[in-house]
């Protein structure tokens, strides 16, 4: 990445390494690193983008269900300002609804961006819970890509856990959720 001009002129730069396929994530350290905001590459032919906010988090319960469909993760973001994050009720894995609302925090809700081949698509479909689905999500550079949202009627009974910030700091802070949807 360019890094500015030595004393004498002469431009220089910085040279960031990363294992193979780690390419988006790279990208995105070096675009910090410059202080420009990182853009969402565009999905791969056969393929969707699709944003998760919660159990198919890498490393998280419901993961193994996006890798053995043969997803990659394919870059870390956040979402729009406006989205707000909530602890469904239930028994079984525990699990986020992720809902625009319009009054969310300025800087989104964490999520990661998987590219999922296109036939995956609707097979994961017919393994997601109601009041769960799959829209389209808003992300904070701007683009929108497929991902699992809620609607506000699917909420009632949940927790707002929005001031952690994504799921993985959500379940971080176990104890009790900011506080119940509705109030």
Do not use: K
């Not at 698509?121 to 809620?150: H, M, N, Q």
């Amino acid at each position: 990445m360019p890094a500015g001009q030595r004393a004498d002129g002469l431009p220089f730069g910085v040279q960031f390494v990363a294992p193979a396929f780690a390419d988006a994530p790279l990208l995105d350290l070096a675009a910090a690193w410059c202080g420009e905001p990182a853009a969402a590459p565009p999905a791969q032919p056969g393929t969707a983008l699709l944003a998760v906010a919660g159990a198919h988090l890498s490393g998280l319960p419901l993961n193994h269900e996006l890798v053995s469909a043969g997803a990659r993760l394919a870059f870390r973001a956040r979402t729009a300002p406006g989205y707000r994050l909530y602890r469904l009720s239930g028994p079984g894995v525990p699990r986020p609804g992720l809902v625009r609302t319009g009054d969310g925090p300025a800087d989104g809700i964490a999520v990661e961006v998987w590219q999922v081949p296109h036939q995956a698509v609707g097979a994961l479909l017919d393994t997601v819970p109601a009041p769960l689905g799959l829209g389209r999500v808003a992300l904070d550079d701007g683009t929108s890509v497929a991902g699992f949202i809620t609607a506000e009627h699917g909420v009632r009974d949940a927790t707002d856990v929005t001031a952690a910030g994504g799921w993985r700091a959500a379940l971080a802070a176990g104890g009790p959720p900011s506080r119940p949807a509705g109030s």
